[in-house]
């Protein structure tokens, strides 16, 4: 057996880092086109209170509304999109299952195949169609999160797969992109070793894994100039914070089957949904990856709230038969999940990156297949769209899509100013460039 200092001395941790001014080359210049634009894409699930979520007005001149206030804060860096639709979520013939569909097309712009078997069938999400074309240039091509345990058989909503309603990315149009729900293999995809054994070891040893690189820390910062150092400082200070409420979440959790609650999942929602939210700035903010996706929770998900005193299933209140105080429950379910967004957003606004911030170099949707759960409908959808995208885009508004534009036609926009010329994405009719 490899005693202890030595399997300490031995580890080859490695660790991403932000991009530093300090350590560029003196022949590149500081233009935008130097600094990468990444793409999100979040869901949330079972349709919303579309009286509270949408904003009275059009343009720069809308009154935010009670959903959205948690992001006033963040006005000038996110547009309200209306009239987007998923035509290829309705039922087209193939009956019920508008929340296994709403979830299949999101990303897909496809129609899934009525099947629980193993003939699963969709197509390529738009997500992965970037990871194709870009994701040679990081560690990781992309990366998939959710909330929920993975599933990819069994019967889930009225005769599709589960692979349908819990997985939002599709690699190809038959084969999903599992997405990771436990923070701790999150955190190990983006700063471990890359040694499974050894990486095991190490947190045998309950040793962090700054502790490895503090040295090459330190000599790195000698190199730097003095807001490099900074720069440095508050970054090893995130990824420290991280790693230590994901031991927390390992520390405290509650002992039952380890395939039921992975490691690092925290007890409470809103700090599971927070943990990795910060995972995916981190991965953006070291370039690990320019592509990501995050299944807040299934569309069908009967989640409970109790730390916004929601104690009804999700799923059960979105069938609210216009009660006014089911209605209610569901706008506190919808501004909870838009205060988790103003986290994300917030630390993505405050991360500077060359002349601007990560926030000013990202593209990210955040919106669900489902606008009225009563009803079930598929047509303008609740959408919202936050970053500049590289300067490529003029956030602050709300934009009107035509009647039927597909929502597609957005991704195929952000696909173009990724630098991914993709001919089309599912049913788009062409390009939305009003974004």
């Avoid at 490691?263 to 903010?285: C, K, S, T, W």
């Avoid at 919106?367 to 936050?386: F, M, Y």
């Amino acid at each position: 057996m490899t005693p202890r200092r030595t399997f300490l001395k031995s580890v080859a941790a490695t660790l991403a880092l932000p991009s530093l001014p300090s350590l560029r080359a003196a022949t590149v210049a500081k233009t935008a086109a130097a600094v990468p634009t990444r793409m999100a894409f979040i869901y949330i699930p079972n349709g919303v209170n579309l009286d509270l979520w949408r904003p009275a007005g059009s343009g720069k001149d809308y009154a935010m509304s009670k959903t959205l206030e948690p992001l006033a804060g963040l006005r000038d860096h996110f547009s309200v999109l209306r009239g987007l639709d998923h035509e290829k979520a309705e039922a087209n013939g193939d009956g019920a299952g508008d929340h296994a569909r709403a979830n299949a097309s999101f990303l897909t712009g496809c129609q899934a195949r009525k099947t629980a078997g193993a003939d699963i069938a969709i197509g390529e999400s738009v997500d992965q169609i970037a990871a194709r074309h870009v994701g040679h240039l990081t560690r990781l091509p992309s990366l998939e999160l959710s909330t929920d345990p993975p599933r990819s058989s069994g019967n889930c909503d009225s005769g599709y797969s589960c692979a349908y309603q819990f997985n939002l990315s599709w690699i190809n149009e038959t084969t999903p992109a599992p997405a990771e729900r436990d923070p701790r293999l999150v955190f190990e995809k983006l700063f471990g070793s890359g040694n499974e054994k050894e990486d095991s070891r190490r947190r045998l040893y309950r040793k962090s894994i700054l502790d490895f690189v503090m040295d090459d820390a330190r000599r790195l910062q000698s190199r730097l100039g003095s807001s490099d150092r900074g720069k440095v400082d508050e970054y090893l200070t995130a990824v420290r914070d991280v790693e230590k409420r994901i031991e927390n979440a390992e520390k405290f959790r509650v002992e039952i089957p380890e395939d039921k609650r992975p490691n690092g999942v925290p007890e409470g929602y809103g700090e599971h949904i927070r943990m990795m939210f910060d995972l995916m700035h981190l991965a953006f903010q070291t370039d690990s990856t320019r592509v990501s996706s995050f299944l807040l929770a299934h569309d069908g998900s009967n989640r409970t709230f109790p730390e916004i005193d929601v104690h009804s299933a999700h799923h059960q209140l979105s069938h609210h038969r216009s009660d006014p105080g089911i209605l209610e429950s569901i706008g506190k379910i919808d501004r909870f999940y838009v205060e988790q967004l103003a986290y994300f957003l917030k630390k993505m606004h405050e991360t500077r990156e060359g002349e601007g911030t990560l926030l000013d170099h990202s593209m990210i949707v955040y919106g669900g297949g489902i606008a009225d759960g009563n009803l079930h409908n598929h047509d303008d959808l609740p959408v919202l769209l936050a970053g500049h995208g590289g300067g490529t885009l003029k956030p602050g508004r709300v934009i009107e899509a035509p009647q039927g534009t597909p929502m597609t036609n957005l991704y195929l926009s952000l696909l173009d100013r990724m630098g991914v010329k993709a001919r089309r994405v599912g049913d788009s009719t062409g390009t939305f460039e009003k974004v």
